[in-house]
């Protein structure tokens, strides 16, 4: 993905004017640099003259105890990582500077958000990608508390329009594919002319992503197009029921996958990693705990417990790999 300087300082000012964040506030960076989400923090310091604290590793203890010592007033995560810091917090009191905590890089469940927001944590869920330097949507901190099943609001100077497959803008509520329009949008992808025209069109870029915008302008991402199950002809999306498996009491970590099966097509997969590795729930458990909350077709038909799910050096789950 090439991003250039005029990129980074579009994200940097749109960033800073959403979040409202003051020029000497300290960024917590525990994110890879060789992640956009990482690289981000830095630039975005760098520009405004502000101070980062760089850990050359994630570790949930070393955050913690800097959430609380070094006056950090913003940093970055990814779902995983929230959970493990709040795993270790207990019930610490909240850090007296910190302004906000953005949770990235995949869907943070409401009860992640919840958990969170009850210990003083303000974190804000987040939805970004490379291609867009980063941040696209973010819940502003004045709406902590108030919405936590939504990514939050695109940043100011951002467009985001939700398409169907014709490229007719939907209304509120409708699902359909995730396009953003901005300074923060790539040049496109390095020495590939037709991958480039292929997400970047009449000024658009096409993220391949499906969600909604409602009314109140809150952007919904439902999941990424590549990741829907299609199931006895029906589509499942991956994180619809994760959201629900992963607020099942047993479940520590959730995630769904369709394997390929002779009369469905796709059969829908949980990969789980139980709260108690020596009693994992049941698939009948699990699938009842799902039966009251979701559509039958929706419903996992089959259940793998794992010690943990594969991720990325970032924390995103390697769905293919898990596969």
């Not at 995560?77 to 493990?84: D, G, I, Q, S, W």
């Not at 990514?151 to 497959?165: K, M, Q, S, T, Y």
């Not at 096409?206 to 199931?231: C, E, F, K, N, P």
Request: proline share 8%; glycine share 8%.
């Amino acid at each position: 993905v090439v991003l250039d300087h005029a990129n980074f300082a579009a994200g940097a000012a749109a960033s800073a004017a959403h979040l409202g964040v003051a020029p000497d506030l300290r960024w917590l960076a525990c994110m890879p640099l060789f992640h956009v989400g990482g690289l981000a923090i830095l630039v975005r310091s760098v520009l405004s003259g502000a101070p980062v604290l760089l850990h050359a590793r994630f570790d949930p203890e070393r955050v913690s105890a800097a959430l609380d010592r070094d006056a950090i007033g913003l940093a970055s995560v990814v779902p995983t990582m929230l959970r493990r810091v709040l795993e270790v917090r207990g019930d610490c009191a909240p850090p007296t500077a910190l302004r906000a905590i953005l949770v990235g890089g995949s869907a943070a469940t409401p009860e992640l958000l919840e958990s969170a927001w009850k210990r003083g944590l303000p974190a804000l869920p987040t939805y970004g990608l490379t291609e867009a330097c980063s941040q696209v949507a973010t819940l502003p901190p004045t709406e902590v508390g108030r919405v936590a099943d939504a990514a939050g609001r695109p940043l100011p100077a951002i467009d985001v329009a939700i398409r169907d497959e014709g490229q007719r803008d939907l209304g509120p509520g409708e699902a359909g594919e995730i396009c953003v329009r901005g300074a923060t949008v790539m040049r496109g992808y390095m020495r590939s002319p037709e991958e480039t025209r292929r997400v970047l069109r009449n000024g658009w870029l096409h993220t391949g992503d499906v969600g909604t915008l409602d009314d109140a302008g809150l952007l919904r991402v439902l999941d990424r197009r590549s990741d829907l199950i299609v199931s006895g002809g029906e589509n499942v999306r991956p994180v619809e029921v994760e959201r629900v498996l992963q607020s099942h009491p047993q479940v520590r970590e959730a995630a769904v996958i369709g394997v390929p099966d002779p009369d469905l097509g796709h059969c829908v997969t949980a990969c789980i990693v139980p709260a108690d590795r020596k009693y994992p729930p049941s698939v009948a458990e699990l699938q009842a705990w799902c039966r009251a909350r979701l559509a039958g077709y929706k419903i996992p038909r089959a259940l793998r417990v794992l010690d943990a799910l594969p991720r990325t050096a970032s924390g995103k789950l390697r769905r293919a790999a898990l596969r």
